[in-house]
């Protein structure tokens, strides 16, 4: 089982400076999505052309764990980020500079560098790509990025409540647009619920981003808890205060001045990049299985 060529960098080419849409890329998703979205490249070409029919759908590619978000959140926490000037993390739109301010502060532990080091050759290979679907209405690419802040466990959860038809707010984005056609494009709507949400999971091969064979415990990338005390249908949650979103510098100053809430936060993203360079190293095992 070669899965190694799974796990290797993706580099921008004629078609694209994003590796996950390149034209290697989108011949992963013609791929390995031939029986569920389209067996045909020009579908990945990411451009809503209105032109076509109604049921042909067009796609683009999505990184499904995301660096930026992560090596922010790391970097709003170093007390130079302030004290030094450093540039908002909005403005590093380079992977390779916001890697390189981690790497050279004295605030982060060599054990977390040393994550963030594999985590960026890891996270823009095939592994931890998957193609969405596009739509001028509710853009899934940009949906999970500002609805769910890029954790693909919050995309998923979502995902599942769109499924099992729960009345969550957080939700709605999901019934707009080419998005229903896309999600029940992975099962028969005739299946139970249950059966619905594993057909998703195992035709994007997501089944390592999850703990137990029915799915329904997500291994944890997002700080958002979801309070189950409140029944299956219910969208209460808690989040630790993490310096990402909206008003990701005032949660930074108030970590910065609370030294226990600062270990906490260093603790949740070591435990964030472990736990996402297991996940992708582990979908390039089943990708290779699932070859054909």
């Known amino acids: 089982m070669n899965y190694s060529k799974y796990l290797e960098e993706l580099k921008g080419d004629e078609l694209s400076l994003d590796g996950d849409h390149t034209r290697k890329a989108r011949e992963f998703y013609a791929k390995f999505w031939a029986n569920t979205l389209s067996g045909d490249v020009a579908d990945y070409s990411g451009f809503d052309d209105k032109s076509r029919s109604d049921d042909i759908l067009t796609y683009r590619g999505d990184t499904i764990i995301s660096f930026n978000t992560i090596a922010g959140a790391m970097i709003r926490l170093l007390p130079e980020y302030f004290e030094k000037g450093l540039p908002p993390t909005g403005t590093l739109d380079c992977q390779e500079r916001r890697l390189e301010i981690i790497l050279n502060s004295n605030d982060v532990s060599d054990e977390i560098k040393e994550k963030f080091k594999t985590f960026y050759h890891t996270y823009h290979t095939l592994a931890n790509c998957m193609p969405l679907v596009i739509d001028k209405e509710a853009n899934l690419n940009n949906r999970k990025n500002q609805n769910w802040n890029d954790f693909p466990d919050m995309f998923f959860e979502a995902v599942k409540a769109f499924i099992y038809d ?67 249908n219910s969208s209460t949650k808690v989040s630790m205060i993490l310096p990402f979103g909206i008003d990701a510098q005032k949660r930074a100053q108030l970590i910065l001045n609370n030294d226990e809430l600062k270990e906490k936060c260093k603790k949740y993203i070591l435990t964030f990049l472990t736990n996402a360079i297991n996940i992708i190293e582990t979908r390039a095992k089943t990708l290779a299985d699932n070859e054909g």
């Open 166 to 232: 729960y009345d969550w707010a957080h939700i709605k984005d999901l019934s707009k647009g080419n998005n229903p056609k896309y999600i029940r494009k992975f099962y028969n709507e005739k299946d139970e619920n249950l059966m619905q949400w594993k057909k998703f999971v195992e035709s994007n091969y997501l089944q390592s981003f999850f703990y137990d064979d029915d799915y329904s415990e997500s291994i944890p990338l997002s700080p958002v808890i979801y309070d189950s005390k409140q029944g299956d």
